[in-house]
T-cell receptor
Framework: EDQVTQSPEALRLQEGESSSLNCSYT??????LFWYRQDPGKGPEFLFT???AGEEKEKERLKATLTKKESFLHITAPKPEDSATYLC?????????????FGGGTRLMVKP | DSGVTQTPKHLITATGQRVTLRCSPR?????VYWYQQSLDQGLQFLIQ???????AKGNILERFSAQQFPDLHSELNLSSLELGDSALYFC???????????FGQGTRLTVV
């Protein structure tokens, strides 16, 4: 069974204080690892897809990296508007469809 | 705006009742997914349709059913509702040949 564990559950940062969010996963064969951002009461917003170990993707202050067992979302010099829940999900090769298995998320709060 | 439209945004109903949630995918997307998000379970995959056919099934209760119509919109039917069915229900769609899914803003269902 595919499993995704995110840590920490919650993270408080001061504006400008860089940090990393962790996503550990177990999957029979990885088709892709996905990062989403979710604001309260809203739908998840797609950020990145990573396909193979060593791959990195960047978008503004966010950088996602992937190893064979985990992924990191690095946040550089965060701003209050980066406050949200960040969700990690995996898609397995042996899925009949393209279903995503999500982790529990990391709730990020950035204080000015 | 992801381009995925869900209606209604909010729904309050009594136990034992039946409701229908509607989803219009992004233009051109053939795959539609339904997910449930509750406080204790996180985001859980329910079911996927591809061009009108069921493609994959997750932890969907027998009381729940879905379909995708020829115009590609989808409906999720929830019947014999229980208090525990209260949750956010998200629809997502993905482009053909791509792995990432784009989520709608969700329907918040409250069963009283």
């Amino acid at each position: 069974e595919d499993q995704v564990t995110q840590s920490p559950e919650a993270l408080r940062l001061q504006e400008g204080e860089s940090s990393s969010l962790n996503c550990s996963y177990t999957v029979s064969g990885l088709r892709g690892l996905f990062w989403y951002r979710q604001d309260p009461g809203k739908g998840p917003e797609f950020l990145f897809t990573l396909y193979s170990a060593g791959e990195e993707k960047e978008k503004e202050r966010l950088k996602a990296t992937l190893t064979k067992k985990e992924s990191f979302l690095h946040i550089t010099a965060p701003k209050p508007e980066d406050s949200a829940t960040y969700l990690c999900a995996v898609q397995a090769i042996d899925n009949a469809g393209n279903m995503l298995t999500f982790g529990g998320g990391t709730r990020l709060m950035v204080k000015p | 705006d992801s381009g995925v439209t869900q209606t209604p945004k909010h729904l309050i109903t009594a136990t034992g009742q039946r409701v229908t949630l509607r989803c219009s995918p992004r233009s051109g997307d053939l795959s539609v997914y339904w997910y449930q998000q509750s406080l204790d379970q996180g985001l859980q995959f329910l079911i996927q349709y591809y061009n009108g056919e069921e493609r994959a099934k997750g932890n969907i209760l027998e009381r729940f059913s879905a379909q995708q119509f020829p115009d590609l919109h989808s409906e999720l039917n929830l019947s014999s509702l229980e208090l525990g069915d209260s949750a956010l229900y998200f629809c997502a769609s993905s482009p053909q040949g791509r792995t990432e899914a784009f989520f709608g803003q969700g329907t918040r269902l409250t069963v009283v």
